[in-house]
C-alpha cells in the first residue's frame, strides 16, 4: 500500500481547507476547458478515422482500437482517478489531466515520426497506444473537474453551474463533429488532435492561477488490491461490450469474459467489505449504493448515455451513407442540437433548482422518448427541419437529466466522496455509451439481416451466401458499394432504414421505462464550502 500524506493541514484534526478562491465562474471556465478536449476528442476521431486509415494503412481492426482502446481506458480508470483525488487533491490530479492529455494529442498527430524513432513500431501502433494513453489522462481529469466545481459554488449556485456545465459539454459532443471536418477536410488529420494543445495551455494556467487546492491532515491508503480488481472487471465487461457482436453473445469467449466480469466483481465487493471491517479506507465505499437516490443516478446516466451514444452513432451513417453527405455536411445537419443544448441546460439547472429532480427529469426522460420515437420515423429523404425537430427535441430531453443526474450523484455523495461519486458517474456513462452502441447495433444489424431478403425480391436467389452477407456488412453501414444495380442499392438504404427505425424504438421504450427510476430519487444535500478530497 502507498500513503499519500498531505500537507499544510488545518488546525483542527481531520478537516481540510475548502475554496477555490476568487469568482467560481471562473474556476469553471478553467476546468471547463480541460474538459472540452475530452468531450471534442471522443466524437472528432470518428470523423479522422477514413483520413487515417488512407494516411496510415490501417485496417478495420485498428481503427476499431484506436477508438477502443481510448474508451477502455477511460472507462477502466475513472472511478480509481476520482479516488486519486480525494486522496492527493483534485487541482493537482486535474492538472496533471490536462498536462497529460494535451501532451499524449500533440504525440498522436506526430505518431509517424514516433515511429520512425522508436524501433519495431508502426505509425498506426504508437497512434493506438498513445490513445490509451490519452484515455488514463482524460480519466483523471473528469472527477476531479466534477468535485472542483462542488467545492467552488456555494450551496445555492450549485444547480446553475451544473446546468452551465452541461452546456458546455454538450456543445463540445456536439461541435465535435463540426470541428472535425472542418479540420480534417482543410487542413489535416493530425490537426485534429494538435488543436488540444493550445487548449490545454489555456487550462493549466488558469487552473494554476484560480484553482485554490484543499489540503487533508490525516494520512490516506490507496487500495491497489480494490483498484486492480475494479479495473479487471470494468475491462473485462467494457471490452466484452465492444467486442461480442463479432465474437457472438453465446461464443464461449463472449462467455469467459462475462464470466471473469462476475467473478472479479464478486471478489471486489468481498474485498471492500473486508477493507471497511478493518478499518481501512476501501476504493469505493459500499456505503454509498445504500442511498438509493446515488444508485438510480448512476442507472439514470447510464441509460441516458445508452440512448445518445446510439443514436449518434446510427444518424452519422444515415447522413453519411444514405444522404451521401460530406462529414462536415453531417455535423452542420446536428447544429441545431448543440444550440438546443446551450439553451436547454443552463435552463434544466434552474428548473430542477425551482422544482426538484423528479418533476424535471421524468419530463427530460419522455421529451427524450418522443426525440426517439420522432427518428424512429425518419424517412430516406429526411430534410433538414424534419430531423431538426427531434434534434432539438433531444438536447431538451437530455439536458435535464445529465444535470440531475450529476446533481443527485455527486450531491447525495458524502463531501469527502465527492471524488469517487464524479468517477462513478462518468464511468457510468461510458459504460451505458459502449452498451448503446454495442446493443442497439446488434439489435440493427439483426433487422437488417432479416429485412434485406426481403427488398432484394427475387435478386436475392441469385446470391451466395457470401455475397449476401457482404450486402448485410455494408446496409449495416447505409452505403452501398459503386457499380451495383439500382435494386440492390435500394434494398440497402431500406434495409438500413428498418434497422435504424427499430433501435431507436427500442430507445424510445427504455426512456420510457428510466423515467419511472425518477420517482424515487432525492435532491442532493448543497453544503457550502464543501471539501473536495478526503485525508
Not at 450551496?155 to 452541461?166: H, V, Y
Amino acid at each position: 500500500m502507498a500513503n499519500a500524506k498531505a500537507v499544510d493541514a488545518p488546525s483542527s484534526p481531520g478537516s481540510v481547507k475548502t475554496g477555490t478562491g476568487g469568482n467560481p465562474w471562473l474556476v469553471l471556465l478553467a476546468v471547463s476547458l480541460g474538459v472540452i478536449m475530452v468531450m471534442l476528442d471522443g466524437t472528432v476521431v470518428g470523423i479522422a478515422n477514413p483520413v487515417i486509415q488512407v494516411d496510415l494503412k490501417a485496417s478495420l481492426s485498428d481503427l476499431q482500437w484506436v477508438t477502443s482502446g481510448y474508451l477502455l481506458a477511460l472507462a477502466v480508470f475513472l472511478i480509481t482517478a476520482g479516488k486519486l483525488g480525494d486522496l492527493f487533491g483534485h487541482k493537482r490530479v486535474f492538472l496533471i489531466g490536462v498536462a497529460g492529455f494535451a501532451l499524449t494529442s500533440v504525440g498522436i498527430g506526430l505518431s509517424a515520426e514516433l515511429a520512425d524513432i522508436i524501433p519495431g513500431i508502426s505509425p498506426v501502433g504508437a497512434l493506438i497506444g498513445l490513445r490509451v494513453l490519452q484515455g488514463l489522462f482524460g480519466a483523471l481529469l473528469q472527477p476531479a473537474a466534477l468535485a472542483l466545481l462542488r467545492s467552488a459554488f456555494p450551496g445555492e449556485k450549485l444547480n446553475q453551474a451544473m446546468g452551465a456545465w452541461g452546456a458546455i459539454i454538450g456543445l463540445s459532443s456536439a461541435a465535435g463533429p463540426i470541428v472535425g471536418g472542418v479540420l480534417v477536410e482543410k487542413v489535416s488529420w493530425e490537426s485534429v488532435f494538435f488543436i488540444n494543445a493550445p487548449v490545454g495551455v489555456a487550462a493549466l494556467v488558469l487552473g494554476v492561477l484560480l484553482i485554490k487546492e484543499s489540503r487533508a491532515e490525516t494520512l490516506a491508503r490507496i487500495d491497489w488490491l480494490g483498484v486492480l480488481l475494479l479495473s479487471g472487471a470494468m475491462f473485462s465487461l467494457v471490452w466484452t461490450i465492444i467486442k461480442a457482436p463479432d465474437w457472438g453473445w453465446g461464443d464461449s469467449t463472449t462467455l469467459g469474459f462475462l464470466a471473469a466480469f462476475a467473478v472479479l466483481i464478486g471478489l471486489f465487493v468481498f474485498w471492500q467489505n473486508l477493507t471497511q471491517k478493518r478499518g481501512r479506507q476501501p476504493l469505493v465505499p459500499l456505503s454509498l449504493f445504500a442511498n438509493p437516490s446515488i444508485s438510480i443516478g448512476i442507472l439514470l446516466m447510464m441509460m441516458v448515455a445508452f440512448a445518445m451514444f446510439g443514436a449518434m452513432f446510427f444518424l452519422g451513417f444515415f447522413f453519411q451513407g444514405v444522404h451521401g453527405l460530406t462529414p462536415l455536411e453531417a455535423g452542420l445537419r446536428m447544429l441545431p442540437m448543440s444550440a438546443g443544448m446551450i439553451v436547454a441546460s443552463p435552463l434544466a439547472g434552474m428548473a430542477i433548482g425551482k422544482l426538484g429532480p423528479k418533476i424535471t427529469m421524468t419530463g427530460g426522460l419522455l421529451i427524450t422518448a418522443l426525440a426517439m420515437f420522432l427518428m424512429s420515423r425518419l424517412g430516406l429523404d429526411a430534410t433538414f427541419v424534419e430531423s431538426a425537430i427531434p434534434f432539438v427535441l433531444l438536447a431538451f430531453g437530455m439536458s435535464p437529466v445529465f444535470v440531475g443526474a450529476t446533481e443527485i450523484i455527486v450531491g447525495n455523495a458524502p463531501v469527502r466522496l465527492s471524488g469517487v461519486a464524479g468517477g462513478l458517474q462518468q464511468s457510468a456513462m461510458q459504460v451505458g455509451g459502449a452498451l448503446g452502441t454495442a446493443i442497439l447495433g446488434a439489435v440493427m444489424a439483426a433487422e437488417i439481416s432479416g429485412a434485406l431478403p426481403g427488398y432484394l425480391g427475387p435478386a436475392a436467389q441469385a446470391l451466395s451466401p457470401a455475397q449476401l452477407d457482404g450486402l448485410e456488412k455494408a446496409a449495416a453501414f447505409g452505403t452501398a458499394p459503386a457499380g451495383l444495380p439500382d435494386v440492390v442499392v435500394n434494398a440497402i438504404h431500406n434495409s438500413f432504414m428498418d434497422g435504424m427505425h427499430f433501435a431507436f424504438l427500442v430507445s424510445t421504450a427504455t426512456m420510457v421505462l428510466t423515467a419511472v427510476l425518477t420517482l424515487f430519487v432525492k435532491a442532493g444535500r448543497k453544503t457550502e464550502g464543501a471539501p473536495v478530497h478526503i485525508g
